[in-house]
């Protein structure tokens, strides 16, 4: 037979196992079926919808929205709080050992550069007019930006807190 033919088939199907031998297997190996996943509690789940840092950026905008804030600005505020939050996980992750303040404070090129990176996509998506347009930004006044930094400190605070709890289930 030249290298490229296929083979032929076996022109006799398999029948499959034997009444006897699924029986053997049965009895040794039980029902072939998945295990279920435990069932969480309706209130771990909702412990675990609000623990998410983008619920409060949610809660954060629709706040702004319902406080009377410009639909324009409102989104300003939650791209810059989304900015500073995800900044702040970055410090959370660092170590589970140090403080974010710590992880702040360590030399790391890496991370000055993703902190100037992060500054100037901020300051250019809010100030130069044309980015401002293009995302429907409108102006942030300098109580914005306090509320956008309080929400990352609070998710930060928050994560600091629980981050002992979670310590051994996230190193797995």
Do not use: C
């Not at 995800?86 to 974010?100: D, E, M």
């Not at 300051?123 to 102006?139: Q, Y």
């Not at 990352?152 to 928050?158: C, D, N, S």
């Amino acid at each position: 037979m030249s290298p490229g033919a296929m083979m032929p088939r076996d022109p006799v199907p398999t029948a499959g196992l034997s009444a006897t031998e699924a029986a053997r297997r049965l009895g040794a190996d039980g029902y072939s079926e998945l295990p279920r996943p435990d069932r969480r509690p309706f209130l771990r789940i909702l412990l675990g919808i609000l623990a998410e840092p983008m619920f409060g950026l949610l809660v954060l905008f629709m706040a702004a929205l319902n406080g009377g804030m410009p639909a324009d600005q409102a989104r300003a505020l939650a791209f810059v709080a989304l900015m500073l939050i995800n900044f702040g996980l970055v410090l959370v992750n660092r170590s589970f050992a140090a403080s974010p303040l710590t992880a702040l404070l360590r030399p790391n090129t890496a991370l000055w550069t993703v902190l100037g990176v992060m500054a100037a996509v901020m300051a250019a998506t809010l100030a130069w007019p044309p980015a401002a347009d293009l995302f429907a930004f409108g102006p942030l006044h300098a109580d914005d930006l306090a509320v956008a930094f309080v929400a990352a400190i609070v998710m930060v605070l928050a994560l600091e807190m629980v981050k002992p709890l979670w310590a051994d289930h996230l190193r797995r």
